[in-house]
């Protein structure tokens, strides 16, 4: 659609099949249900009352908050074919969608620093981890998050869209509403891609600086403890790779000229949707003190502990 003067709303015109309504209904009450489970266990378990579940707790709403953002509007697309997003709102959804995924990668580099610090200092783990340095973590992965994304969102906003209006997809991402814009969005491209970069780069590597200094420490342990440590920190690798991997997809499918839309289309949506729909399958089937602490919220058996003593705090 083709417009005489500036555009006012967008059209979202992604996939057109009725059949993937059900699909992202399914997955978006999984992601609610899993996540809130996670986030009611650590706020009412005493025994979760730590660190690493404080943080995973955290990681949970930003992931709720990140799919919450886009799909409830993909499902009304689907259900009353009403395509249109005002303008306004496509840029705030925009905003907030590439902040919480900016924040989600923040806060999985601020759990492998927990990781690290209860492996290599495991004595003073107590004394560095406290509830205020917690706090503030948490508080710089959010403003990473919404800062580093602000310069393309805020140029986004001020470039001049005159038709035509239809966002090749199914949310208002960034780079295919930039395209409908009447002038040249290059220095946009090179600005939203310096901080894609950096915001995926800068936490990749202070997560692999993590690991790498928790490696040389499981040099020095014998193997029963080098099982131990690496049961700790296999939730924690299995959602990392997952996100960078699935990342990369999204970034190649965005760079290759002959990609299908159709294709790049799926793979976006599935990147959104994977991390926070398996984040908790995952900690759940690895992490025994969650299992344990559903047991005790939903059933009315008792659960029996054994007594040990633990100078790494345990996720597996």
């Not at 009304?76 to 306004?88: A, D, G, P, Q």
């Not at 924040?103 to 003073?124: K, Q, S």
């Not at 729909?277 to 919220?297: F, H, T, V």
Request: include cysteine.
């Amino acid at each position: 659609m083709n417009t005489s003067g500036p555009v006012e709303y967008f059209i979202l015109d992604g996939l057109k099949d009725r059949y993937v309504l059900p699909i992202f209904f399914t997955v978006y009450v999984s992601i609610l249900s899993g996540n809130s489970m996670i986030i009611y266990l650590v706020r009412t378990d005493p025994k979760l009352n730590t660190p690493m579940y404080f943080f995973l707790h955290n990681l949970s709403f930003s992931d709720i908050v990140y799919t919450s953002v886009t799909i409830p509007k993909m499902l009304s697309v689907f259900l009353t074919e009403v395509k249109t997003i005002s303008k306004t709102g496509c840029f705030i959804q925009m905003y907030f969608f590439l902040t919480t995924g900016v924040t989600g990668r923040a806060l999985l580099t601020v759990m492998a620093f927990d990781r690290y610090v209860a492996i290599c200092n495991p004595l003073r783990y107590m004394t560095i981890m406290t509830r205020r340095l917690c706090i503030l973590l948490i508080f710089a992965s959010w403003g990473f998050g919404a800062v580093i994304v602000m310069p393309a969102a805020i140029w986004a906003t001020q470039l001049p869209y005159c038709g035509p209006n239809i966002v090749r997809h199914m949310f208002c991402d960034h780079s295919s509403v930039v395209s409908l814009a009447c002038v040249d969005t290059t220095r946009n491209g090179i600005v939203s891609l310096t901080n894609a970069l950096i915001a995926l780069l800068s936490t990749f590597l202070f997560i692999l600086i993590s690991y790498v200094c928790i490696g040389k420490a499981m040099r020095k342990m014998s193997k029963a403890q080098q099982l131990k440590v690496a049961a700790t920190c296999v939730s924690h690798l299995i959602v990392v790779c997952i996100s960078y991997v699935s990342a990369t997809f999204v970034y190649i499918s965005y760079r290759v000229a002959r990609f299908d839309p159709d294709v790049r289309i799926v793979i976006a949506v599935l990147y959104s949707v994977l991390t926070p729909l398996l984040n908790p399958i995952i900690y759940s089937l690895r992490n025994k003190e969650l299992q344990d602490a559903m047991k005790r919220a939903f059933c009315r058996c008792p659960v029996t502990f054994k007594t040990s003593r633990k100078t790494v705090p345990s996720v597996a």
